[in-house]
């Protein structure tokens, strides 16, 4: 539910947590399901800057060194299939080096203007899709990185976090059998069509809507920290898919706060705001009931017991 919900809201998801949880599987198994093989590109240490993920024309040979990636959104351009990049360990480089130009292009509200450019200069014999050296981003991918906390990584920082949907996989499960499910042959019209459905069907209560600005004023005033329009436009995207997918409009709520807001509360100083977090949560008790937001009061405790 949480995954289905992530990629309604943003072509950027992010699962991270302990190895071994299934980060990686799961995202595989996202691309058998809808009958498209992902494509995994796993990150290197080396990565510093975008040709390390689309390739470069080497000056030498006058030879274009294309990648994986590269060629996997080429093709991506031709059909109206689901496409799923995996960027495994993203984080091994920094992700605001070697991605900063697809977060850029991503944010674009039109599609239409979703164009990287790919080397410099044209030639007649450029593939029919690059256009004077530009090639369009199709908006049938999606991108699925997946981040192990350690000493060999890179801190994630604010920037990529607010452009992508975090999801926190940090408990180990206990083994069981899933059944065997049908495979689905989805296409990106038919499934944004649906994404479309749940958002009419589904839309955010305007009291909720007020609930959450409340709380962008209380989080202002007693922690100096606000979260900005983006992060209301996923909110309105995620929630009414997490809606669809049989969930609690409520629990998709304290869920993107949880992650997508109070993790802002990191970057501050911890010391500071020691005290406050205590009526912080006792105001999300207030605001949306109690027992209601779980995620928010384990996520503020959690951060309370580092200080």
Known sequence: RLFVSAIA??????????????????????????????????VQPSWRDRTDIFGYLNEFTKKFNETDFLAYLYEAGYTDEIYTVI?????????????????????????????????????PTDPKKLIRGKLQIPPNAWYIGTINNDDS??????????RAMPIAIDDKCEVFEAPETDKVKTSFKYLDSLFE??????????????????LDRYVIDHFRLAFGNRIVKQLKDFVPAFVACGGDEVAGIDY?????ILRKFEQLNLAYIKD??????????????AGKTPECKAYLLRLKKTI
């Open 197 to 214: 459905k749940s958002s009419e069907e589904h839309p955010v209560k305007a009291e909720n809507l007020e609930k959450i600005a409340q």
């Open 9 to 42: 809201s943003t072509k950027l998801v992010i699962l991270q947590g302990i190895s071994g949880t299934g980060k990686t599987s799961i995202s595989l198994a996202w691309g058998n399901f809808v009958k498209h093989p992902s494509c995994v590109a796993s």
């Open 256 to 260: 993107l706060i949880a992650h997508k």
């Open 87 to 123: 960027l495994d360990e993203m984080n091994l480089a920094r992700v605001e080096y070697y991605f900063a130009e697809m977060l850029s292009i991503l944010e674009m509200h039109s599609t239409k203007d979703w164009k990287i450019e790919v080397v410099q200069s044209s030639w």
């Open 153 to 162: 990584t890179f801190m994630v920082t604010d920037k990529v976090y607010d």
């Open 276 to 289: 406050e977090i205590d009526g912080l949560v006792n105001y999300l008790e207030k605001l949306f009931g």
